[in-house]
């Protein structure tokens, strides 16, 4: 495993900015996600690291030696993309075994190395089988077989799942995890998805419009969302947004509400954010409601989710906030509410749409 160092990388296509100054150090042995919208550069940025694009400047380091003009074959990287292209004429086995082959390993440390990662992937009972004996899910399997069992120092995946079904996204996901913990592999990994990211990832880095939104843990950049793009990008239903105007720790909003919120050094415009998870109803008639700061409302459309319920509440000021509920009661339709939240709960965010 190799660490990878990514510096001031930039890629235009014609006059178009693809990548404008990208840093980040890749420690050894990490699995890290690129997660961003489609367009936004990931799949450029995993070419330049396997040697498929050049970049127009910047460096790239894998362990210490540089590889930003060297042909993918030297750079020691595997990579597994979207459409993975098994040879279709050579069974499973083959399949996996064919860059050891090349690479002319004893015929010991390929059948060794073989029945290692399809075990790993539970693939194998499928060694003897064609490309075309297997579903889709298992074909994937056998393409990121193929690329683990020649241990690159690291392993590049495009979209790996997104052609398969989510009952079996999600079963692949935890083969990916255990894998890169039995192999140690560094392994960097595109997705626009943001379970998938959120699972899968020690680090992400979260991209839009070619540059770096934010590097860190998942849950780094689920509680602590650097900007607003990165608050509206994780979490589902995402984080509600409402603007309001800040003064000495208060922020007051649109449709007149005034709420502490955990940035008391802060004047102006600001905008607030509160999870649908992060908002409680208190309750019409209850004590508390006479005392309790909170946005008052009506609902506007009660979703069932199962285990919970997704509340569409209009604010006085017509703007639309979603709460999920747990409590074992819900509104009808139409019915007035306080939504209320914990002042430590809000996210606040200056006029550039930076955390504060
Ligand atoms: N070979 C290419 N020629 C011209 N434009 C390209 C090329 N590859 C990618 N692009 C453009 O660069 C942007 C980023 O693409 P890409 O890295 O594939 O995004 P992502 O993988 O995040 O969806 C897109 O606007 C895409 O159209
Ligand atoms: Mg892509």
């Known amino acids: 495993m190799k660490s990878i160092t990514l510096l001031d990388l ?22 890290i996600v690129f997660v961003g919208p489609s367009g936004c550069g990931k799949s450029t940025l995993l070419r330049l690291i396997a040697g498929l694009d050049d ?35 050579m069974n499973v086995r083959r399949n996996i075994a064919f860059g050891m082959t090349l690479a002319r390993e004893s015929a010991d440390t390929i059948d060794r190395r073989v029945h290692e990662v399809a075990h790993m992937l539970k693939i194998d009972t499928l060694l003897d089988r064609l490309p075309r004996e297997l579903s889709g899910g298992q074909r994937q399997r056998v393409a990121i077989a193929r690329a683990v069992a020649r241990r690159p120092e690291v392993c590049l995946f495009d979209e790996p799942l997104s052609n398969l079904d989510a009952a079996l996204r999600a079963h692949t996901r935890v083969e990916l995890t ?15 998805d943001q379970t998938e990211a959120m699972t899968l990832a020690d680090r992400l880095v979260v991209l839009d419009g070619g540059s770096v939104r934010q590097i860190g843990s998942p849950a780094e950049v689920y509680r602590a969302p650097a900007d607003l793009f990165v608050a509206g990008f994780f979490g589902s239903p995402p984080m509600n947004l409402l603007a309001a105007t800040a003064d000495a720790g208060l922020a007051r909003l649109a449709n007149g509400s005034v709420l502490p919120i955990p940035a008391a050094s802060v004047t102006g415009p600001v905008t607030l954010g509160i999870r649908p998870d992060d908002l409680r109803r208190v309750p019409a008639g209850d004590a508390a409601r006479a005392t309790t700061t909170g946005l008052d409302g009506t609902v506007l459309r009660v979703e069932e989710l199962g285990e919970a319920r997704l509340i569409h509440v209009a604010l006085t000021d017509h703007s639309v906030v979603m709460i999920r509920d747990r409590e074992s009661t ?21 006029a550039g749409g930076r955390r504060l």
Not at 62 to 72: A, N
């Open 55 to 89: 970049p127009d400047q910047g460096r790239i380091l894998i362990g210490d030696r540089e590889v930003t003009h060297l042909p993918p074959p030297q750079r020691g990287v595997a990579m597994v993309f979207q459409s993975y292209a098994l040879y279709p004429h």
């Open 330 to 350: 819900w509104p009808a339709r139409g019915e007035a509410v306080r939504l209320h939240a914990p002042p430590a709960h809000w996210h606040v965010f200056d």
């Open 178 to 192: 255990r894998m890169h913990e039995a192999l140690g592999t560094t392994v960097v990994y595109v997705t626009h």
């Open 10 to 31: 930039h890629k235009s296509f014609g006059a178009t900015p693809v990548l404008r100054g990208i840093d980040l150090q890749v420690t050894a042995g990490e699995f």
